[in-house]
């Protein structure tokens, strides 16, 4: 039905999302009125286009949604084609098929799970800020439920809140609110449940607002609105759970007025198309008796959110982390993370060590072309080293690329792909520098660079490493996180020697495998060489004694 009505439009010229939206809600407006008359009163303006097209402008008008861009055929036969739309669901579909402007849609389950989870079976008001973003979760609710609930839907776009408005012209219980919560709300009551899931990684223009990330500008307007012992539910981008600067102190003064009593993982690519980065469900507020702060993590199972992994910690416990890296935290049951965060061994920060940390040069490929400078990208990195034969080259001016320069003894990471590699550049002659999917670490003279190495690939390394992880399956770190990690901060001596270790024992390895390979090779060549042998001989003495036969 959906369908047919997107190609009815289509064939009447209405192809953009307003345009589809727009005569959507006048049908359905249509119909309310409609529906308010004796069947044969119906029917008498349902048969005739002359007279369903003079009453949608008497009684729907032309201020509100505008003046119907057709006649009285084509309105007459959009009516009977659209009349018996699921408003919401249409919305919701038409607005996922957007390519031009895509607006988020958020899966139903994240509806589900807040109305379960956080409101429970509690009356009282409920804010669903940015509800275009649920329209799915919001259609199968108003499907399944008695709405017990008063429910305050808070919409920046007018077209939407006049949809929004239209589909719940029935229910008393649900308010239609105009406003962004990108700004103070011009709202004077309060909740005891909000739900949002605010842009991401959006810096708001207005210098004058408290912050200017946008995600949090979202929880610092929303949350003044919070009953006492109201929860406040929104998701949030990994950046936030860890990111220094403003978003540390940020964290501090939030859990210190409205106290985290949750944060979990969310699925990975929850919000594709749109974005594939890793994001946390964070609930703040609640119950001021809670002394627990739980952390888990949520799996889609047959549709819906589950927890497959969840722990508790103190409120205090909480309180005393410096950032909320959950998936360390989820990982500290192991007991490698916690030894190693609890010795008594001294630690330092990649950005106390280097002298520079910095990502590459993004490379087009159209750029690579035959030229003296050669560029380290992923796949030049293998098994721990550098392929220095392969990689590609651009013809550039030298001075142009010098900050991108990678020098002897730098250590290169992954910050992009699949899997996280590390190297330590060796020697060269050319002019090499890194991709924009490589970060380079240089070291003072405190850390060695093969120590480093070593420790940042050891399974506890890749742990640390993962943790500020902010895509999903395509990995993506940013240089101002890694800096972050902390390593051992052992003796240059013991450094050098475990360093020297490490590079005899590669060595061993490898000339081993050589060997092995070359042996192996050898013998495979022997091998098939005695096959033909054998079966040149065997072929000579069938024919020798005649027994060979066509």
């Given amino acids: 039905m959906i369908e047919t009505f997107w190609n009815l439009c289509a064939r009447y010229g209405l192809n953009t999302r307003d345009h589809l939206l727009r005569e959507a809600t006048r049908i359905a407006k249509m119909k309310l009125v409609l529906e308010k008359l004796p069947a044969s009163e119906r029917n008498f303006f349902e048969q005739s286009p002359e007279r369903l097209f003079t009453e949608m402008k008497n009684v729907v008008g032309n201020i509100e949604l505008g003046h119907f861009p057709g006649d009285r055929e084509m309105f007459f036969e959009m009516y009977h084609v659209g009349k018996n739309l699921d408003l919401l669901e249409y919305a919701f579909q038409t607005l996922r098929q957007d390519r031009a402007i895509e607006v988020m849609q958020v899966y139903g389950e994240i509806f589900n799970t807040f109305i379960h989870e956080v409101v429970g ?45 239209t589909a719940f ?11 962004s919560l990108y700004q103070p709300l011009p709202l004077s009551q309060r909740f005891h449940a909000i739900l949002t899931v605010p ?27 919070l009953n006492r012992g109201g929860t406040l539910a929104a998701v949030l981008p990994a950046r936030i759970m860890f990111q220094s600067g403003d978003i540390s102190t940020w964290r501090r003064n939030v859990n210190e007025h409205t106290p985290v009593r949750a944060i979990y993982t969310l699925p990975e690519g929850f919000f594709r198309p749109v974005t594939s980065i890793k994001t946390y469900l964070l609930l703040l507020g609640g119950s001021e008796i809670e002394q627990k702060v739980r952390i888990g993590r949520l799996v889609l199972t047959n549709g819906e959110l589950v927890e497959e992994k969840m722990i508790s910690l103190t409120s205090a416990a909480f309180n005393q982390l410096k950032d909320w890296r959950i998936d360390l935290l989820l990982e500290q049951n192991g007991g490698t993370l916690t030894a190693f965060q609890q010795s008594v061994i001294p630690k330092i920060k990649l950005k106390e060590a280097a002298t520079d940390i910095f990502r590459g040069k993004s490379i ?39 900050r991108y320069q990678i020098e002897e003894g730098d250590l290169v990471i992954t910050c992009r792909g699949t899997q996280t590699k590390l190297a330590v ?126």
């Fill in 121 to 165: 079976h509690k009356k009282g008001h409920v804010l669903i800020a940015e509800s275009e973003k649920f329209l799915e979760g919001l259609s199968l609710y108003k499907k399944q439920s008695k709405f017990k609930l008063q429910l305050v839907l808070l919409t920046e776009n007018y077209l939407l809140g006049r949809l929004l408005k």
């Fill in 169 to 179: 012209a029935d229910y008393e219980q649900v308010d239609i609110v105009q406003g």
């Fill in 199 to 225: 842009v991401f990684g959006s810096k708001l223009e207005d210098d004058s607002l408290t912050y200017r990330e946008s995600e949090i500008a979202a929880i610092h307007h929303l949350s003044p609105l």
């Fill in 364 to 402: 087009l490929k159209n750029d690579l072309r035959p030229g003296a400078i050669s560029v380290l990208n992923i796949s030049n990195l293998d098994n721990g080293e550098v392929l220095m034969e392969e990689m590609e080259t651009i013809d550039e001016e030298e001075r142009k690329l010098k």
């Fill in 425 to 550: 550049f060796p020697s060269s002659n050319s002019f090499v520098i890194a991709s924009a999917n490589i970060i380079v670490i240089r070291f003072k003279e405190v850390i060695d660079s093969y120590y480093a190495k070593i420790f940042l690939e050891s399974p506890l390394g890749i742990t640390l490493i993962q943790s500020f992880q902010r895509g999903t399956t395509v990995m993506n770190l940013n240089p101002s996180d890694v800096s972050e990690i902390e390593i051992p901060l052992l003796s240059k001596e013991r450094q050098k020697e475990l360093s020297d270790r490490y590079r005899l024992e590669k060595q061993r390895y490898t000339e081993v495998v050589t060997e092995a390979t070359n042996r192996w090779e050898n013998q495979k060549k022997e091998l098939y060489e005695a096959v033909l042998s054998d079966s040149n001989k065997e072929e000579e003495r069938l024919y020798g004694n005649g027994e060979y036969r066509f």
